[in-house]
Nanobody
Framework: QVQLVESGGGLEQTGGSLRLSCAAA????????VGWFRQGPGKEREFVAA???????YYADSVKGRFTISRDNAKNTVYLQMNSLKAEDTAVYYC?????????????????WGQGTQVTVSS
């Protein structure tokens, strides 16, 4: 069992930056693939970014070039650095983890989810 806790959300202005953290407890995190998803008001949950256990990274087109996913296995933490924020980035951001292989840009392989952290970008 893996418990995930997100932090770092908040209110930021357009063009600003935030760094989200996803801390894992219960298991050594290094072999897990971790994804970030978000759900805006009235919208479906969508993929944002993912990092595999081997360090390969994947991004949604909407955040490519602005967001960076990284991991610190010694701290059992995955980060999402978000720069050049836009109003449409406003959402609850969730991290998720899995040991399954493949389809990391979809919700289906992920077995463990955090409770989410709110990001609000004001224009």
């Amino acid at each position: 069992q893996v418990q995930l806790v997100e932090s770092g959300g908040g209110l930021e202005q357009t063009g600003g930056s935030l760094r989200l953290s996803c801390a894992a407890a219960g298991r050594t995190f290094g072999s897990y693939s971790v994804g970030w998803f978000r759900q805006g008001p009235g919208k479906e949950r969508e993929f944002v970014a993912a990092i595999s256990g081997s360090g390969s990274t994947y991004y949604a087109d909407s955040v490519k070039g602005r967001f960076t996913i990284s991991r610190d296995n010694a701290k059992n933490t995955v980060y999402l650095q978000m720069n050049s924020l836009k109003a449409e980035d406003t959402a609850v951001y969730y991290c998720a983890a899995t040991l399954r292989v493949g389809a990391l840009t979809t919700r289906y392989p992920y077995d463990y989810w955090g409770q989410g952290t709110q990001v609000t970008v004001s224009s």
